[in-house]
T-cell receptor, first 115, second 115 residues
Framework: DSGVTQTPKHLITATGQRVTLRCSPR?????VYWYQQSLDQGLQFLIQ???????AKGNILERFSAQQFPDLHSELNLSSLELGDSALYFC??????????????FGPGTRLTVL | AQSVTQLGSHVSVSEGALVLLRCNYS??????LFWYVQYPNQGLQLLLK??????LVKGINGFEAEFKKSETSFHLTKPSAHMSDAAEYFC?????????????FGKGTLLTVNP
C-alpha cells in the first residue's frame, strides 16, 4: 500500500458525459501528479500540482482539467468524454523537498470505461 | 526532451533463468532513471532508482540495474527468475534538476515466467 488513495476504482460512463476522479496523496506530500495509461499511448504524464498550484502540464486535453484543494487532495475532471478516453488514470504524490530526489508514490488507479 | 525505449514488449523466461529487461534513454541533461513494476490490476511500484550516485543500483526483490552513460542504457537484471516476478515492467526517466519532476515512461515490457 503506497498511501495514495484513488476513488472510484472503476467508472463506466457514456460518451459525452463528464466524470471526476479523486486522489488523496500520502500524508505530508505536497505534490500530486496525474498520469494516463492506455493501450495505444502507454503511460503519459498529464499534469502536476504543487501545494494547490499548477506546476507542469503534459499531454492533457483541453476537455480535461484538474485542481488541488487546500487539504491537498486533487481531482481530475474529464468532460465531453470520447471512446478514446477509456484508460487507467493514476495519481502519484511526492513530498518535493527542493533540490533532492523525490520519489513518486502511485495510487492503485481509476479504470475509466467510456461506452 | 527526454525519452525512453524499452526493447522487447514481451520477454519470456523459465523459472530460475536470468532476467534481462532492456532500457535505453535519451536526455539532454543528466537524468534520474527508474524501474517500476506493475502487477495485474495494481498501481506502479518502484523497483529501483538511479540518482547519480552508484552506477550499479540494487532494488527490491533481487533486481538490480546498471547505469551506463556511454551506452545510454539502464538495463534491469535478476539472476534467477521466480514465478512471482511475472508482471509488466516500466523504465522511466526524469530530469535531475528543475522543478518539473514528471516521469517519462517507456512502453513497458511484459515478463512471463514459465515453470
Amino acid at each position: 500500500d503506497s498511501g495514495v488513495t484513488q476513488t472510484p476504482k472503476h467508472l463506466i460512463t457514456a460518451t459525452g458525459q463528464r466524470v471526476t476522479l479523486r486522489c488523496s496523496p500520502r500524508s505530508g506530500d505536497l505534490s500530486v501528479y496525474w498520469y494516463q495509461q492506455s493501450l495505444d499511448q502507454g503511460l503519459q504524464f498529464l499534469i502536476q500540482y504543487y501545494n494547490g498550484e499548477e506546476r507542469a502540464k503534459g499531454n492533457i486535453l483541453e476537455r480535461f482539467s484538474a485542481q488541488q484543494f487546500p487539504d491537498l487532495h486533487s481531482e481530475l475532471n474529464l468532460s465531453s468524454l470520447e471512446l478514446g478516453d477509456s484508460a487507467l488514470y493514476f495519481c502519484a504524490s511526492s513530498v518535493e523537498r527542493g533540490g533532492s530526489y523525490n520519489e513518486q508514490f502511485f495510487g492503485p488507479g481509476t479504470r475509466l470505461t467510456v461506452l | 526532451a527526454q525519452s525512453v525505449t524499452q526493447l522487447g514488449s514481451h520477454v519470456s523466461v523459465s523459472e530460475g533463468a536470468l532476467v534481462l529487461l532492456r532500457c535505453n534513454y535519451s536526455s539532454s541533461v543528466p537524468p534520474y532513471l527508474f524501474w517500476y513494476v506493475q502487477y495485474p490490476n495494481q498501481g506502479l511500484q518502484l523497483l529501483l532508482k538511479y540518482t547519480s550516485a552508484a552506477t550499479l543500483v540494487k532494488g527490491i526483490n533481487g533486481f538490480e540495474a546498471e547505469f551506463k552513460k556511454s551506452e545510454t542504457s539502464f538495463h534491469l537484471t535478476k539472476p534467477s527468475a521466480h514465478m512471482s516476478d511475472a508482471a509488466e515492467y516500466f523504465c522511466a526517466v526524469r530530469k535531475s534538476g528543475g522543478s518539473n519532476y514528471k516521469l517519462t515512461f517507456g512502453k513497458g515490457t511484459l515478463l512471463t515466467v514459465n515453470p
